[in-house]
């Protein structure tokens, strides 16, 4: 199986300080792959160095065959990269039909000159742009919401419009940071079946980075842990929770003995 | 040779009072965020309130500074509170809040006085004469103006330094919220920390008109002030005595760049106040945290 | 298919251009009445400045990077058409776009250096630019030292405007300028510049390239504002900036008298940019003999404004609107909106 994001050996630090620390990550075409450790671990650092907000000191990205550390980071839309931030970081003033048209912005926009005057051209490139967006917030039922101001929504919506931004670009791999942070269980239930919907329906790979551990094994493919920015441990989600390592990095030595005596 | 110690001394009273706006603009921001335009406006308030006592109402001196020192902390706090905590954190609106404030303080400045200047000036009782220092003569008074500055800022650091009240401060300026766990009242920090700065921007104004023997006006604190800022961003808007230091060197600077410079380079529109704009672009492009400041990290 | 001509079709298509056409005669007809006083007073800087502060919106309400320093670009524009007209010859219409050009090189090589700083600094950068620009052409030589320049009345073929009839230029020019910068603002660039501003992490994720925009809004705010310039440049007849930072045309006050505009009219609306400097103008107008006073009520509008108002002169209707709601709510009891 082809893989859709190849990290190699990525090291990260701020002056004194690593990050990350010869980091190796994969995730295939089509798959659903989770990115856990404890807080602190380096898991939106290496987002953050997939997006190009970050420049590691060593190591390599691969986004299929296309190597990350060569682009800019608004390059990466153009090559199917696409992500969701912890915090949402929606354009607060701007509607939801705006936020979304935003991540469209890569796909068809009229040049500057054209979109000043009104050329013909811009005309079609804006109403492209425009169906494009509305159909991106039907597929999420967003479009009853396409005016209204995306700083007034609650949480729970704001995450999904920020999720259709996203989409929007048309993307082949999407980085979600903390899709289900501060939703309630029912919200979270709905989030975990709209990622799987939309990585069905439009061909998706996702790698996700979350703190709800049902949320992360019941939905990935093969997960993989960081503790202090290194890799401690990758695989399909029930060898993982098996893991004495994982265990003792997340509660502490002591219990990762009990647990495995336990078999648990 | 003496020319050049004397340039350096006048360098180092115009560079005090740099240093003076520039301290109080400092503390602000690093306690309270806000890049404080209004420093300008707060001196001139200074400056009159006491020419107004000392000329208006007949008071001494030392009584006339003392009002006008808690004026001015009352009217800092008063400024924070009311003003400026509405708009928290949201830096690029309180750059032209200040802004607004500045021109509202001065035009009331010369609503109450009257533009220009008025007669008698706020003069200091400053020793005139020459102090001997081996074949150098200098001027004592220019000697007592490049000093109290030095004063006022030393013991402002020190007691940053070394009191309890100073410690909270610069706890504060390091992680409000952290300071806040802890307990202290970041609240009232910040409400002392710009009554201080407007006493020292207050502070500023006073000296100005002996330092530069001009009249008082409402506007006279203006042409030192983007000098102010500058020093302050050449030292690091987060380092106190960077910033101060940054003020006394530019005074310097500006000082030399004057009495060095050719007129033919002059016509051209190239003056001292060239060189600090230029200086202030220059060092806002290559590392806008200033000299001594530590570099911004945006994490999302 | 073709389409049926039928010209009712056009209005109902753009319903906005029966009204634009109306206001835009009525302005016309403005120089037919009005005193050459008037027009130098009100008509001709309203016109002026709300060219620049159309531009100068897309800065400061769009990517939200508030400049205090574009009298330099004002000045760059007003003494190149200075210049270009006086010791060269060139007629008006062709110094103008130039000047516009000029204004927006130094736009742009100024906009490059600046696209990473943030609030405090990139204000006090561009202060440092607007008062480095006004020193240099205050003092210097070349550009009429201590005794300015004066310039020609502009002349088109072989009539002759003055300061009453040259409105009609200048209403021409912000006719144009209000068409370009509103479909900018509305359209795919205006929507990089507020994605730039409200989160500029999430821009460039969704492929919106910072530099690139930044210095955009940047280069075409300087060129409006040297648009600006040539165009005082042509109706005032006279430049001087001898006065450097504390001149009123082009120091520190011109430029926070722009940033007045910007925010009294209201922050990033377009609308709002010309009802911001029709205010400011008229202030100015009205507080002739008193400069400082004028110059003391735009500084307590600012401080109004950003601290209660902050939608400006344009968000005064919805204000006026949520308040008689909450007040009918009130008088009959009912939970507030």
Redesign the interface.
Known sequence: MPEALTVRDLSLS?GGIVALESVDLSVDAGAIGGLIGPNGAGK?SLL?CI?R?YQPQGGSIRLGAVDVLRC???????HGL??T?QHT??????TVL?NV???A??RG??S?FA????LPA?RRA?AA?ASLARGVLERLDLTALADVRAGALPLGLQKRVGLA?AIA?RPNLILLDEPAAGLNPSEKREMAALLLRLRDELALTLLLIDHDMDLVMGLCDQVTVLDFGRRIASGPPKTIQRDPRVIAAYLGAQYSAVSSEKGQ | MSDLVQVVLSGLVTGGIYALLAAGLTLIFQVSGVVNFAQGALAAVGAYTCWSLENQHDVALVPALAFTACGLFLLGCVMQAILLRRLAGDLASSVIVTLGLLIVLEGGIGIAFGYSPPARPLSLPLPDGQFNLGSWALSQQELVLAAIPALLVGALLLGLRYTRIGATVRAVAQSARGARLVGIRVDRVRLGAWGVGAILAGAAGILIPSASTSPISPGMVDPYLLSAFTGAVIGGLDSLPGAAVGGWGLGIIQNLVSYYTPSQVTNWGIGKDTVIFALLLAVLMARPTGVFGTPIQRRV | MKRAKNPWAWFRRCPWLLPALAALVTLACLPLISTTSFAVGFLDPAGTYAILALGLNLLIGGTGQFSLGHAGFFAIGAFTAGILSTNYGWPFWVVIPVAGVVAGLFGAALGLPTLRLIGPYFSMATLGFGLLTAEVLGAASWAGGRTGITLNYPQLGAYTFDEVSFFWVILGVAAVTLFLVWNLRHGATGRAFVALRESDFAARACGIHLARYRVLAFTISAVLAGIAGSLFANWNGFLDASESATSSTFGLPASVAFVAMVVVGGLDSTLGSILGAVFITAVQYWLQDRPELAEMLYGASIVIVLLGAKGGLAGLPAMVYTAWRNLRARGTGEARA
């Open positions: 701020f939106t953050n997006c907000f800019a980071p608004h390059q990466l839309t153009g696409a992500r931030f970081e929606l354009f607060r003033a701007m705006g048209l935003v991540g912005h890569t926009r009229p500057v979109d000043a005057l009104r811009a804006s742009q931004r670009s």
